[in-house]
Structure formats: C-alpha cells, structure tokens
C-alpha cells in the first residue's frame, strides 16, 4: 500500500496506474480513526473497482468544514491503526495530506450548493457543506477518480456531493454505503469513542426512535405526527440535547406533510455532552411496503 503525502505523489501514483491500465480508480475520502462502517465503504469500493482496478483512500481532517467550537481539536486521531485497518482491507494508496498541503493560504475559491448547504444540518452548522464541498472537490481534482464512495449516515452530505457533481459535470459515480450500526443499533461514528459511558449507553435512543418511526409509517401516520413521536422519544432521555428532527422527501429532501405517499428520510441530530451525533432512516408508506 502506497502512502502519499502530497498531492505531487498522489497524481504521480495515478498518473502511473493510468498509463498501465485503463481499470477504474475508485475514492473513499475520509477523515480518519477508521472503524468498521469505514471498512465497509472500502469493500464496496473494492467491489466496484474489481480485482485489476485501484481503491484509494483519503484521511485529512478537515478543518474547513468544523465551525468555531466544534470538535476539529478533540476530533479523534489514530495514524497507525488506520493504516494498518487500511492494508487489512486490501486499499491501495492512502492520501494524508496537511492542511497545508491542501490549502493554499492565498486561496480565494470555494464550492457551495447554495440552497442545500444552509438547510437541515447546514443550519446548525453553519459553512460545514460549503468546507465538505470544497474539500471533495479538491479531492476529486487531485485524484480525479471513476468513482467515489461515501456513507449514507451523512445523509444530506452525500446529497450536497450528488448535487455538486452532477451541477458541475464531474463525469464522477458517487455511491452511497449503507449505515453500520452497533449490536444496539448506534450508528457507528468516530465520534462514539468520546461518549462518556453513561451517554453511550444512552445515545440508542437514536436508534430506537428510528425504529418506531419506520414501524409507524405505513399506518397512515401524517409527517407532523411521526415527527413528534420521534421527538418525544428522544426528549424522554434526559442525557441527550436535541438539535433537530426532521421529515423530508428522501430523494430531493423537500419538506412534506400530511400522510406518507411516498419514501421519506427521518433526519435526527443530538448532541450527548460535548458529542454531535447525527442519523437517519429512509421510511416507507404501506403502497411500498411488501
């Protein structure tokens, strides 16, 4: 497994695949201290890139997309042991890039899906996608990859990467990786590692507030009313902050109301003491449910 550093090696290195075969280059961009629902998008990147092709991972914390006092400082960091997780799951070339080497200190250009990056959690976080998208972007001009592959925990993430590169003609498949959760339902996270024990424990909520939304769905159950549920739900566990729940069109996040006609997203992000945890699931109405 090759391991670059600059962005000079990094198109040398696919400059060298390219000129030896024509097989795809597959990207899974993430910002390190791996775990196995990482482990699964490399699998899929694998699959895609097939046994000649090359899959390529990125590790850079980004700090362009962490707002003033989030977690960009305490954000968990482990080099050897995502390097080693990495030559376990057969990746090729790992991209671990400074903030240096990826910004340009007298850069003047950013890439932001305007209405999509201050919705939802660009409300509460706000400037995140536009760092997301800039830095995926970059990402994509260094590596220029067949295609990439992102969680779908980050839901509206990977619809702001969907929007930006169809909107911008990037010729890049973007395939989404389904959420791998914990055996009591936790949606696995770097971020799980800083939950106090007692917060851990509490944080399945998240996950049991999903469950009964997506039980409750095909009953005819109108979009206010599951939203209460699920927020009721959560505001039953005293140990977690609820920052926002929210029912949307699963494909074009749209806000809906009345009952279910079609597939909706549940978008939950809460916080457990200093820890923003986010998730989701994809609910269906009783026409499409079998």
Same mark, same amino acid.
């Given at each position: 497994?090759?391991?670059?550093?600059?962005?000079?090696?990094?198109r040398s290195?696919?400059?060298d695949w390219r000129?030896?075969?024509?097989?795809?280059v597959?990207?899974?961009? !993430?910002?390190?201290?791996?775990?196995?629902?990482?482990?699964?998008?490399?699998?899929?990147?694998?699959?895609?890139?097939? !046994?000649?092709?090359?899959?390529?991972?990125?590790?850079?914390v980004?700090? !362009?997309?962490? $707002?003033?006092?989030e977690?960009?400082?305490s954000?968990?960091?482990?080099?050897? #042991?995502?390097?080693?997780l990495l030559?376990?799951?057969?990746?090729?070339?790992?991209?671990?890039?400074?903030?240096?080497?990826?910004?340009d200190?007298?850069?003047q250009?950013?890439?932001e !899906?305007?209405?999509?990056a201050r919705?939802?959690?660009?409300?509460l976080?706000?400037?995140?996608?536009? $760092?997301?998208?800039t830095?995926?972007?970059?990402?994509?001009n260094? &590596?220029?990859?067949?295609?990439?592959?992102?969680?779908?925990?980050?839901?509206?993430?990977?619809a702001?990467?969907?929007t930006m590169?169809?909107?911008?003609?990037?010729?890049i498949?973007?395939i989404g $990786?389904? &959420?791998?959760?914990?055996a009591?339902?936790?949606?696995?996270?770097?971020?799980?590692? #800083?939950?106090t024990?007692?917060?851990? /424990?509490?944080?399945?909520?998240?996950?049991?507030?999903?469950d009964?939304?997506?039980?409750m769905a095909?009953?005819?159950v109108?979009?206010?009313?599951?939203?209460?549920?699920v927020?009721?739900?959560?505001?039953?566990?005293?140990?977690?902050?609820?920052?926002?729940?929210?029912i949307?069109?699963a494909t074009?996040?749209a806000t /809906?109301?009345?009952?279910?006609?079609r597939?909706?997203?549940?978008?939950?992000? @809460?916080?457990? $003491?200093?820890?923003?945890? /986010?998730?989701n699931r994809?609910?269906?109405?009783?026409?499409e @449910?079998s």
């Amino acid at each position: 497994m090759k391991i670059c550093r600059t962005k000079s090696a990094t198109r040398s290195l696919i400059a060298d695949w390219r000129s030896a075969s024509d097989a795809p280059v597959v990207l899974v961009p !993430t910002m390190g201290f791996l775990h196995d629902g990482h482990l699964s998008l490399m699998r899929l990147a694998r699959a895609r890139a097939g !046994t000649q092709g090359r899959v390529v991972a990125s590790i850079f914390v980004n700090p !362009t997309q962490f $707002g003033p006092g989030e977690d960009f400082d305490s954000y968990p960091r482990d080099e050897a #042991r995502d390097l080693d997780l990495l030559r376990s799951e057969g990746v090729d070339a790992v991209f671990m890039p400074g903030a240096a080497e990826v910004y340009d200190p007298q850069a003047q250009t950013i890439v932001e !899906t305007a209405e999509l990056a201050r919705t939802l959690i660009g409300k509460l976080r706000p400037g995140h996608f536009r $760092g997301v998208a800039t830095v995926v972007t970059k990402l994509f001009n260094i &590596i220029r990859p067949d295609a990439a592959v992102f969680g779908e925990k980050d839901y509206q993430q990977l619809a702001v990467i969907r929007t930006m590169e169809r909107d911008l003609d990037m010729g890049i498949e973007i395939i989404g $990786g389904p &959420i791998q959760r914990e055996a009591d339902g936790l949606a696995m996270s770097s971020r799980n590692v #800083r939950l106090t024990p007692a917060d851990r /424990i509490s944080a399945s909520v998240l996950a049991r507030a999903l469950d009964q939304a997506e039980a409750m769905a095909p009953t005819g159950v109108t979009a206010s009313r599951l939203r209460s549920h699920v927020r009721a739900t959560l505001d039953a566990e005293p140990r977690a902050r609820v920052q926002s729940v929210d029912i949307r069109d699963a494909t074009s996040l749209a806000t /809906i109301s009345g009952p279910l006609t079609r597939p909706a997203v549940i978008l939950l992000a @809460v916080s457990f $003491g200093s820890v923003f945890l /986010i998730d989701n699931r994809v609910v269906h109405p009783a026409s499409e @449910v079998s």
